[in-house]
């Protein structure tokens, strides 16, 4: 007996997507700066990216839904999110709305906090035997 498996895009080349979340902003007290002091002079620790951010995915037929889990204090960026797939045809990457926010660095945003499900429409896929 074969089984015929439609895998979906070489796991959405994850590692790109990790590079985009490293422009993720964190927002903890203790990275602010007091007034006369070093920007840095404060010791903070942050999360890995794997530990801040969380990602899980799953697949319905023709739907991929990417979620990922945001730590307390860290936020992700609506306008980081890009997909590259591999071996398959995506459609647009669907994004819930952000909440907004003024960035000293890109000016007004929409970002994620929590969580935020993405959906991705696979137009096609090759299908692999086991």
Known sequence: MQVVVRPIITVLMLWGIWVQLAAAQVSTPEFN????QEPFAQESEFLPVEQAFVFDYQQHGDTLTLTFDIADGYYLYKKQ???AARQAV???LQLPDGEPKEDEFFGLAEVYYDSVSLTLPVET???MRL
């Open 33 to 36: 700066n007091d007034f006369g």
């Open 81 to 83: 999110f890009e997909v």
């Open 90 to 92: 995506t459609g647009t």
């Open 125 to 127: 896929a090759p299908r």
